[in-house]
């Protein structure tokens, strides 16, 4: 039965147009201002059941903002929606007309009624708002802690250190500049912009250093540290908020950083956040230090321990180790996949198939081949440099113009990190070699002698033959995972083709293998051909005759020995590392891609995700439910409208309305999406590790600082300056915020009682109790070694700080101190020293251990200075 549109003067109804048309509300006060509006005199007396069940409004009638279209076949109304939009006076133009819907003409009482009624709606709504405004502000107002004046500068001055760290952070600027000479030190970066800021009026900086003598450092080292700390976990903490509320994450791993001769592994996660938007962000970095169960413990440690995750919601790993590194964090992940078996390892999104799959061969030859590539990489990125290479490249291939044309285009930059790498090498070596003889020569003395020291090197690498085997094996043995990797980084749809192609290429390296004499006989042919053009003998490798020679073994021929010790393990490799990389389960994840409905529309909607989605049926909200809901899914789209375009990635699947209605196919794609071998959708995300590598390469070795590049890196996090403060003030300086030099009384008071802070770190429990308790005295009175904690545990001093006069009393007095030890009656003497020496009193368990404890007793005794320091401590 057609929908007639209730408003007068409007004859539209539902066969004739494809217009949505709304029920009246069943909320009683909305539906009498939509008959109000409406102007119906017979709709008054209806109820708002009748209304909603028997009547109805077309769209034309509301506002089309009020009006939310959320798919194709689905038209809502804002749950504020009142029509306003009527034609009451067509109806005059034709009066014999007679008309169904009567149009009640209102008297002025009728216009004064709906005046009071609307103006009372709206001072209701005012004063609602305002209250709930009030309410918030007294509840603010109460939950901010009352801060004396002294306190407030204190946190103003701290607000103007941090603005100055997460400016030096965002520039890559180091605090300190270093050394000039073994006797000074130059200019410090963070005390000039301290200097330049208060003379630009900064008058929280003024009040702290007015009367401070010019050379004197403002900040402490110590102190700069600090800050660095507290800016570095803030920006860390908003980022993990965001893969805490996503749940599911991958970690990924970057190549090695060195950091004061220790060698660290960068962190990366990646995730889906809150809005469906494919995130990949830098962490941290991580020791790499020991061995490949150690570096496994530390990971967990890192990943549970410190950012409150859990590795139970891993769902991929990807590590883009290379050199030696390799070995090793191939063993890392098989280690974490035998704890956590959906964890699956798989190529990074950032990195070219090809060339992990060459940075996962432990050969020499091959790792010497790809540390060539990273400097050549290096060396070329200079103007000087690059125009050198073109002018080789032309002067090799003046006689074919067009190939050279090419390699100019395809070595204009990052061609080291291309999937067909190693043709193009191939290709360049020749003008390789002729262009760092050029710049060794330096002519016109162009390069430095670094340059040329640096171009020296290269020569002697590339002007070796066995490099020239090794390049051209890895070029023709990769050609067959060439375009499998090309897809594997491409769109979703071509990800779920490369998953279904991996049986072809599999049998090609197969048949590889299977023939290696044919193959090999045409690869060294082509070798020993580059080695003519290039000038290069060819010979066996200096090391390997001499081995020979040393064993007395007969002679080998030249290309038995490559066949042997170079094509065979190559080959054998590479089919190896495909086979780990994609086994049966990584395979059965990526083909369940086809969740995608540009996916479904290429398989002509014949899909068969049910079968491998028990990969992740622990995941899903109802398991139950998916078989139906998959089926509903692909009916969904394959009766879709024709002006309906099928989302061709996760991400805009995600981005659906309508994908809510489908809880397991929702859950489905944000786990599919969180795999490391899914390019980012988002432009800056997918730039983390390019950031963190720019970062690396602006500064100079001496220079990198972890905390550093860690803003560095992550300058598009918010951050909160009075979060930073709050951090600052709640872990260092909550106590006396105008000492000046806190952490040297710091340090002065656990220089002097180094047994009391040998006798804190062995005493567990007593350390335990002095942290988790409100009271310092009722801490002294629970921990058995309680006066030795007092003596080193900054929260326990801190809590004895607090705890009133007798406190105060116990901290201050050498007096009361001896007293307490040499006196039998110590509990009575606690009891009348005020309030923290009450708690004392009143715990007869802490009492007799504070009147027993003869150790504690007499360190007190002893160390009247040690004591004074106990109340300056945090």
């Known amino acids: 039965m057609p929908n007639f549109c209730a408003a007068p003067n409007c004859t539209r109804k539902s066969t004739q147009s494809d217009l949505a048309f709304f029920r009246f509300p069943r909320d009683p006060e909305r539906c009498r201002i939509w008959v109000e509006n409406c102007r119906r005199a017979d709709l008054e007396a209806k109820t708002s059941d009748q209304l909603n069940k028997h009547y109805r409004l077309c769209a034309k009638h509301f506002d089309p903002a009020m009006v939310c279209k959320t798919s194709p076949y689905r038209t809502v109304l804002k749950d504020t929606a009142i029509p306003t939009i009527f034609d009451l006076t067509s109806h005059l133009r034709n009066p014999h007309t007679r008309h169904r819907k009567r149009i009640k003409e209102l008297t002025e009482e009728d216009l004064r009624k709906i005046k009071e009624r609307r103006l009372a709606s709206s001072v209701e709504q005012l004063a609602a708002k305002k209250d709930a405004t009030t309410e918030d502000s007294t509840g603010a107002a109460e939950d901010e802690p009352q801060l004396s004046t002294e306190g407030k500068e204190f946190r103003e001055y701290l607000r103007s250190l941090f603005e100055v760290v997460v400016m030096l952070g965002k520039q890559s600027i180091p605090l300190a500049a270093g050394k000039a000479s073994e006797a000074e030190y130059m200019s410090n970066n963070f005390q000039a912009l301290l200097d330049y800021r208060m003379n630009a009026g900064d008058e929280a900086l003024k009040r702290r250093f007015h009367a401070t003598a010019v050379n004197t450092e403002y900040v402490s080292a110590t102190q700069q540290n600090q800050l660095l700390d507290i800016c570095e976990n803030t920006v860390r903490e908003e980022m993990l908020m965001e893969v805490r509320e996503s749940r599911f994450f991958s970690l990924v791993t970057g190549d090695l950083v060195e950091f004061a001769d220790e060698k660290h592994l960068p962190l990366f996660l990646h995730f889906v956040n809150q809005h469906n938007v494919l995130r990949e962000e830098f962490l941290d970095f991580m020791s790499f230090d020991g061995d490949e169960c150690a570096l496994v413990e530390r990971l967990e440690a890192q990943l549970t321990d410190r950012w409150g995750l859990s590795m139970e919601d891993c769902r991929g790993q990807a590590h883009k180790a290379t050199g030696t590194s390799t070995t090793k964090m191939k063993a890392v992940a098989v280690l974490l996949m035998e704890k956590y078996p959906l964890a699956l390892h798989m190529p990074s999104s950032q990195m070219a198939l090809n060339v992990h799959l060459a940075n996962s061969l432990p050969f020499p030859n091959v790792q010497v081949v790809m540390e060539t590539l990273r400097r050549i990489g290096a060396f070329f990125r200079t103007p000087l440099t690059q125009d050198e290479l073109e002018k080789a490249i032309s002067t090799h291939y003046q006689k074919n113009e067009e190939k050279g044309s090419s390699l100019k285009q395809a070595c204009a930059s990052g061609w080291t990190e291309l999937h067909n790498v190693f043709d193009v090498l191939l290709d360049m070596l020749p003008p390789l070699l002729l262009c760092m003889d050029s710049i060794r020569d330096n002519g016109e003395g162009n390069f430095a002698d670094v340059v040329t020291a640096d171009a020296y090197s290269l020569t002697e690498t590339l002007s070796d033959f066995e490099i020239v085997v090794t390049v051209v094996i890895l070029k023709n043995v990769l050609t067959f995972t060439r375009a499998f990797g090309r897809n594997l980084q491409g769109e979703t749809l071509d990800v779920f083709f490369a998953a279904n192609s991996l049986t ?155 994908v809510k209605f489908f809880p397991n196919v929702n859950a489905f794609l944000k786990v599919l999406s969180a795999l490391p071998v899914l390019k980012l959708e988002d432009s800056r995300s997918d730039k983390a590790s390019r950031r963190l590598q720019a970062h690396l390469d602006g500064v100079p070795v001496k220079r990198w600082i972890k905390s550093l590049a860690m803003l560095n890196v992550n300058t598009h996090v918010k951050h909160d300056l009075d979060v930073m403060v709050d951090k600052y003030c709640r872990l260092y300086s909550e106590e006396d915020p105008e000492a000046d030099s806190e952490e040297v009384a710091d340090a002065e008071a656990e220089a002097e009682s180094e047994e009391g802070a040998k006798a804190d770190a062995e005493s567990e429990d007593g350390a335990k109790a002095d942290a988790e308790s409100e009271d310092g005295a009722k801490a002294d009175a629970e921990s058995e070694d309680g006066a030795k904690a007092d003596a080193k545990s900054e929260e326990g001093a801190k809590a004895d700080a607090k705890s009133g006069e007798g406190a105060k009393a116990h901290a201050e007095s050498g007096e009361g101190a001896k007293a307490h030890a040499e006196s039998g009656e110590g509990a009575k003497a606690d009891a009348e020293s005020g309030e923290g020496a009450k708690a004392d009193a009143e715990s007869g368990e802490g009492a007799k251990a504070d009147a027993e404890s003869e150790e504690g007793a007499k360190a007190h005794a002893e160390s009247e200075d040690g004591a004074k320091a106990k109340a300056a401590m945090k």
């Open 504 to 658: 072809a290429v599999l049998h090609s390296l197969n048949e590889v293998n299977d023939n290696v004499d044919v193959y090999h006989e045409f690869w060294y042919e082509e070798a020993v051909s580059v080695a003519n053009v290039m000038e290069i003998p060819v010979t066996v490798p200096r090391l390997f005759l001499r081995k020979q020679r040393a064993a007395d073994v007969g002679e080998i021929q030249i290309e038995a020995y490559f066949k042997e010790y170079v094509t065979v393990p190559v080959i054998r490799g590479i089919m190896q590392e495909v086979e780990d990389m994609f086994s049966e389960t990584n395979l059965k994840a990526l083909k369940c891609l086809s969740l995608v409905p540009a996916v479904m529309g290429q398989m002509k909607f014949n899909t068969t995700e049910e079968n491998y989605a028990d990969v992740y049926r622990g995941d899903l909200p109802s398991p139950d439910t998916l078989l139906a809901e998959l089926h509903c899914w692909r009916i969904k789209w394959k009766h879709r409208g024709k002006e309906v375009r099928l989302p061709t990635t996760i991400h805009e699947t995600l981005q659906l309305p309508d």
